[in-house]
């Protein structure tokens, strides 16, 4: 299976197969906009963005760091902009969205970041990713990110 480009979601679906009702293909269509929208973010390297879809509360869990609340992520996230990330993307894959009653995703995706000047990402660069998103006042919003290097384990 190969990464789409930043703002393409394909993959397994779990959960809202050829049975789901439309208003659950709705919900994963809403769902994956706003992952795509990050994703999107990091192309531009704007990390006001990328957190744009970001709880106030959120959290994101990296290798090695805890961040709590999207003002600590944006600040992160602006940080690793203007220094290692400077010009780096992210191509992803969904490898499934589920939903956990009414108003809950869990989305899980293969990433991997290409830095500037290169063309694909190198395999230290690549990881899992989990989502947690919630529906609040009929939009979808990041709760917790979490994140882990593909061949840890």
């Given at each position: 299976?190969?990464?789409?480009?930043?703002?393409?979601?394909?993959?397994?679906?779990?959960?809202?197969?050829?049975?789901?009702?439309?208003?659950?293909?709705?919900?994963?269509?809403?769902?994956?906009?706003?992952?795509?929208?990050?994703?999107?973010?990091?192309?531009?390297?704007?990390?006001?963005?990328?957190?744009?879809?970001?709880?106030?509360?959120?959290?994101?869990?990296?290798?090695?760091?805890?961040?709590?609340?999207r003002e600590a992520?944006?600040?992160?996230?602006?940080?690793?902009?203007?220094?290692?990330?400077?010009?780096?993307?992210?191509?992803?894959?969904?490898?499934?969205?589920?939903?956990?009653?009414?108003?809950?995703?869990?989305?899980?995706?293969?990433?991997?970041?290409?830095?500037?000047?290169?063309?694909?990402?190198?395999?230290?660069?690549?990881?899992?990713?989990?989502?947690?998103?919630?529906?609040?006042?009929?939009?979808?919003?990041?709760?917790?990110?979490?994140?882990?290097?593909?061949?840890?384990?």
């Amino acid at each position: 299976m190969t990464m789409n480009d930043i703002s393409t979601s394909t993959g397994t679906t779990a959960g809202t197969g050829s049975g789901a009702t439309l208003e659950e293909r709705g919900a994963e269509a809403a769902v994956l906009a706003v992952i795509d929208g990050v994703f999107a973010a990091w192309a531009d390297n704007d990390a006001d963005a990328a957190v744009a879809s970001y709880a106030p509360d959120a959290t994101a869990l990296l290798p090695g760091t805890y961040l709590e609340g999207r003002e600590a992520v944006r600040t992160a996230m602006a940080a690793a902009f203007a220094g290692p990330l400077k010009g780096a993307h992210v191509i992803h894959d969904v490898l499934s969205v589920r939903f956990s009653g009414t108003g809950t995703a869990l989305v899980v995706n293969r990433a991997g970041l290409v830095l500037a000047g290169e063309t694909e990402p190198r395999g230290e660069n690549r990881a899992l990713d989990s989502w947690v998103l919630s529906e609040k006042d009929g939009a979808w919003q990041i709760r917790a990110f979490h994140n882990v290097p593909e061949n840890a384990g």
